[in-house]
């Protein structure tokens, strides 16, 4: 079955850099999304096809992918970036889809 | 402006049907898959289902077991969401959301499902 791994948390100081990564074997040929979900909202997607910034995303988030890991990044990161963060894709034959876990991310 | 309003949600029986909707506006419709996912309390996002443009095509979690059905109107520009036989495990938030990749959500309705 398709499965992506996050890790649980990350906490940053602000102004630091924020690296979220997933990974599972579909994104060695499928694109990874990214979601953000701040308490009692729904999620926004932040990054589309590894490395695309949908409109009104600051330039902080940034994405990446090589091999079976996509990774979320978040440069200068300031306080309003609190959220958990969830990744997405297809299993290999596109048909299906999954997210990770989530990534509690906590500015300090 | 894309939006999404989740609604139907309550609660219901162990066993017991709900019928979700979702009224869609800002976007055209007929040129979007639409997909649902849903949250559990204090959970992770789960993929449910998505719909084909001209709804030739659904896909489920396989976890459903034949118990959900997808559904959409594109003349309304709404999507539905049937469940049947529902579990203790199926109460969460049901969000809809643009596209298979979910690029514009709703706010989501809750589903309680309990005795």
């Known amino acids: 079955s398709h499965e992506l791994t996050q890790p649980p948390s990350v906490s940053v100081s602000p102004g630091q850099t924020a690296n979220i990564t997933c990974s599972g074997d579909?994104?060695?040929?499928?694109?990874g999304y990214w979601y953000q979900q701040k308490p009692g909202q729904a999620p926004i997607l932040v990054m589309y096809?590894?490395?695309d910034r949908p409109s009104g995303i600051p330039a902080r988030f940034s994405g990446s992918s090589s091999g079976t890991t996509v990774t979320l990044t978040i440069s200068g990161i300031q306080a309003e970036d609190e959220a958990d963060y969830y990744c997405?894709?297809?299993?290999?034959?596109?048909?299906?889809?999954?997210f990770g876990p989530g990534t509690k991310v906590t500015v300090l | 402006e894309v939006q999404l309003v989740e609604s139907g949600g309550g609660l219901v029986q162990p066993g017991g049907s709900l019928r979700l909707s979702c009224v869609t506006s800002?976007?055209?419709?007929?040129?979007?898959?639409m997909t649902w996912v849903r949250q559990a309390p204090g959970k992770g996002l789960e993929w449910v289902a998505n719909?084909?443009?001209?709804?030739?095509?659904?896909t489920y979690m396989d976890s459903l077991k034949g118990r959900f059905t997808i559904y959409r109107d594109n003349v309304k520009g709404l999507l539905s969401l049937q469940m049947d036989s529902l579990r203790a495990d199926d109460t969460a938030v049901y969000y809809c959301?643009?596209?298979?990749?979910?690029?514009?959500w709703g706010q989501g309705t809750l589903v309680t499902v309990s005795s």
């Open positions: 959301a643009r596209g298979k990749t979910a690029d514009f």
């Open positions: 800002g976007f055209t419709f007929t040129t979007y898959w």
């Open positions: 096809k590894d490395d």
């Open positions: 579909a994104l060695l040929k499928q694109y």
């Open positions: 719909i084909k443009e001209d709804g030739s095509e659904k």
């Open positions: 997405q894709s297809a299993d290999i034959s596109g048909k299906f889809y999954v």
